[in-house]
């Protein structure tokens, strides 16, 4: 544990003597503001959502975010209770408004939300329109951005964005998972023959 608090320290401190400037921190501080709380991830899934071809697609993001908030914001972060790096060091300068003293930094929530949304984009694109799964690799890579944002802004630890990355990809699975069963089911139920389950494939008739 010592070795990784260390590894921690050494990081974030690298990153706040080598990577602030006045003009990455406006652009740090915009992705982490409309990332905040999953605010743009449970907008892109509502959009998904209003459209027949990728509704299950919205669906699979929306239950990776109500996953993120169970496992994250109401299991993690209460019982691990890590106080955040401004709080471990008040000394240090912020660059952009924090979060509440009293909110806990492991996992981030921004990374854990945000990698978790992009998974499940990406495979549900995979799997209904392979031609748009560049658009699920290019949230992949914003979310690497808005994990490197928060350890920018000295709101949480390397290891607190590592560990929201990985639970995210995996939640991200299990939620895609969640929502083609729930879809299966759904079409099923209404005895849908217009297209093949969670791929909208017309069925031959």
Same mark, same amino acid.
């Given at each position: 544990?010592?070795?990784? =608090?260390? #590894?921690? %320290?050494?990081?974030?401190?690298?990153?706040?003597?080598?990577?602030?400037?006045?003009? #990455?921190? /406006?652009?740090?501080?915009?992705?982490?503001?409309?990332?905040?709380?999953?605010?743009?991830?449970?907008?892109?899934?509502? =959009?998904?959502? =209003?459209?027949? +071809? %990728?509704?299950?697609? @919205? #669906?699979?993001?929306?239950?990776?975010?109500? &996953?993120?908030?169970?496992?994250?914001?109401?299991?993690?972060? !209460?019982?691990?209770?890590? =106080?955040? *790096?401004?709080?471990?060091? !008040?000394?240090? *300068? &912020?660059?952009?408004? !924090? /979060?509440?003293?009293?909110?806990?930094?492991? /996992?981030?929530?921004?990374?854990?939300?945000?990698?978790?949304?992009?998974?499940? &984009?990406? &495979?549900?694109?995979?799997?209904?329109? !392979?031609?748009?799964?560049?658009? @699920?690799?290019?949230?992949?890579? @914003?979310?690497?951005?808005?994990?490197?944002?928060?350890? %920018?802004?000295?709101?949480?630890? /390397?290891?607190?964005?590592?560990? @929201?990355?990985?639970?995210?990809?995996?939640?991200?699975?299990?939620?895609?998972?969640?929502?083609?069963?729930?879809?299966?089911?759904?079409?099923?139920?209404?005895?849908?023959?217009?297209?093949? *389950?969670?791929?909208? +494939?017309? +069925?031959?008739?």
């Amino acid at each position: 544990m010592e070795i990784i =608090l260390q #590894l921690d %320290y050494n990081l974030i401190f690298w990153v706040q003597e080598h990577c602030i400037s006045s003009i #990455l921190t /406006p652009f740090m501080s915009f992705i982490s503001t409309i990332t905040s709380s999953g605010a743009l991830w449970i907008i892109i899934s509502i =959009l998904l959502m =209003l459209q027949k +071809k %990728y509704r299950v697609v @919205g #669906l699979g993001m929306f239950i990776s975010l109500v &996953l993120v908030f169970i496992i994250g914001d109401q299991g993690l972060k !209460p019982h691990v209770a890590r =106080l955040r *790096p401004f709080v471990d060091f !008040p000394n240090v *300068p &912020l660059v952009a408004t !924090p /979060p509440a003293a009293t909110s806990y930094s492991f /996992p981030s929530g921004h990374s854990f939300g945000s990698f978790a949304s992009a998974m499940a &984009l990406y &495979l549900g694109l995979s799997q209904i329109n !392979p031609n748009k799964r560049f658009w @699920g690799i290019i949230a992949l890579m @914003g979310s690497v951005v808005v994990a490197f944002s928060r350890v %920018y802004l000295f709101v949480h630890y /390397p290891s607190d964005v590592i560990t @929201g990355m990985v639970l995210g990809l995996i939640v991200g699975y299990v939620a895609w998972k969640i929502a083609v069963y729930c879809w299966t089911w759904w079409i099923n139920r209404k005895c849908e023959i217009e297209y093949e *389950p969670y791929t909208f +494939k017309r +069925k031959d008739k």
